[in-house]
């Protein structure tokens, strides 16, 4: 059945792939939110998906922070009476993000996209983009359908996240929202294909920037991460072609669903891979990560050299194993499975082997520029640090829509009890 998009977070890494299954269905139009500074970007990105994208797509200029999503009056009254299906992916989400802007960016943000969607005379279904690490530092089993408060967050990144998914579940008894929890996204399974390197991509690019300099021996240095602690790899081709099958399929609105592999790959399982990759030999002693943490927090410029952020060492100690219940239930006969992280790693590494040019996403913080991406990007997740918030000139404020009706209320955030240390899933 042919859709009426409204999406936001494009052109950002995950919305780009969903943007061209979309497009396959015959006769689906998307209109893309796109704050003003990313318009050029955006146009690009747009040109890019071919001639016959140019008639079913649009590119409305905007901003989830602002009420009435910053909208012009006479493209919020031509959404209103178009748009059947919302999906919202813009967020902030670097790990050493400021509180204030992680709150505008990832609640006040979601909270105006509720808005704009309650106001939606056609609506069908919102999917909305959470994260596994909503669960902050909770340990043992996280179960998709519970939002507890959490014992506490590693950063801002995820406190803000837990806050916006209270927003959407407040207005799920009147919205038909399906919640997606990624972990952290990495390129794609078959072609390694991905814009930036983020997340796991700071240990694969510097091993192989050690191999071009014929020094991989080097790389036994990056030998840590905890026995047990697992590590939530989600290739991107997975989690689109998951999603699309849930922003379908009869009975998935009303849930959360964790877009993860049941069975992921440890961290050391994870190093073990990339040294038979590589060609090195694991060495004996695996310091524990914390040692890694107090060593690049007494020692910033380190992170900066190796760039390699010391937040990411937080989710290498981590244990935490999120059940995917739903997921399996709703994807079952789909005939779509996680490809196993043993068996796409080296297709990443092949990548980041022929596109050295790429940078890593090291030290953007959100304080230096506007730039509204997909919530868990690249590597998303637990993954690294993405371009944020800048000034910018006002479209026009358009018309407010009238607020979605709350449900009784969801347990209120608690206040975070202190900032985490500056600097890296999906």
Request: glycine content about 8%.
């Amino acid at each position: 059945m042919a859709r009426a998009i409204f999406l936001t977070g494009f052109p950002g890494f995950i919305a780009g792939h969903l943007v061209r299954r979309m497009l396959a269905e015959e006769g689906t139009t998307i209109r893309f939110l796109v704050i003003p500074p990313m318009e050029e970007k955006a146009r690009a990105a747009r040109e890019a998906l071919g001639p016959e994208a140019a008639a079913r797509t649009a590119i409305i200029l905007g901003d989830i922070t602002r009420p009435g999503l910053g909208l012009a009056d006479a493209d919020f009254a031509r959404l209103r009476a178009e748009v059947d299906t919302v999906y919202h992916l813009a967020a902030i989400y670097d790990l050493a993000t400021p509180e204030e802007v992680a709150r505008l960016v990832n609640v006040t943000g979601t909270e105006n996209v509720l808005a704009f969607a309650s106001a939606l005379p056609k609506l069908r279904r919102v999917i909305y983009f959470s994260t596994a690490y909503v669960s902050g530092t909770r340990r043992g089993t996280v179960k998709e359908d519970e939002l507890e408060e959490a014992a506490g967050w590693k950063n801002f990144y995820e406190q803000t996240k837990w806050e916006a998914e209270v927003a959407v579940r407040r207005r799920m008894p009147r919205l038909p929202v399906v919640i997606i929890r990624p972990g952290v996204v990495v390129g794609d399974s078959k072609s390694g294909e991905i814009p930036k390197y983020d997340g796991p991509y700071f240990a694969i690019r510097a091993m192989c920037a050690l191999e071009r300099k014929g020094r991989i021996r080097r790389a036994r240095a990056f030998a840590v991460g905890g026995k047990d602690v697992n590590f939530y790899l989600v290739p991107v081709d997975f989690v689109c072609d998951a999603v699309e099958h849930l922003a379908k399929a009869e009975g998935a609105p009303g849930r959360a669903y964790h877009v993860l592999p049941g069975k992921p790959i440890t961290m050391q399982g994870m190093m073990k891979r990339l040294f038979e990759v590589f060609g090195v030999q694991p060495p004996r002693f695996r310091p524990p990560p914390w040692i890694g943490r107090v060593f690049l927090t007494l020692f910033p410029g380190l992170a900066r050299r190796f760039q390699f952020p010391r937040e990411l060492l937080d989710y290498m100690r981590h244990e935490v194993h999120y059940d995917t219940a739903n997921l399996d239930a709703a994807l079952a006969g789909s005939g779509i499975v996680c490809p196993r992280a043993e068996d796409y790693l080296p297709v990443l590494v092949d990548w980041v082997r022929a596109h050295p040019e790429i940078k890593p996403n090291f030290g953007e913080h959100a304080s230096s520029r506007r730039e509204l991406v997909t919530t868990d990007g690249a590597a998303a997740g637990a993954n690294g640090a993405a371009p944020a918030p800048e000034t910018q000139a006002e479209k026009g404020t358009g018309p407010e829509p009238p607020p979605a009706p709350d449900a009784p209320d969801a347990p209120a955030p608690p206040a975070a009890t202190e900032a985490p240390p500056a600097p890296p899933p999906a």
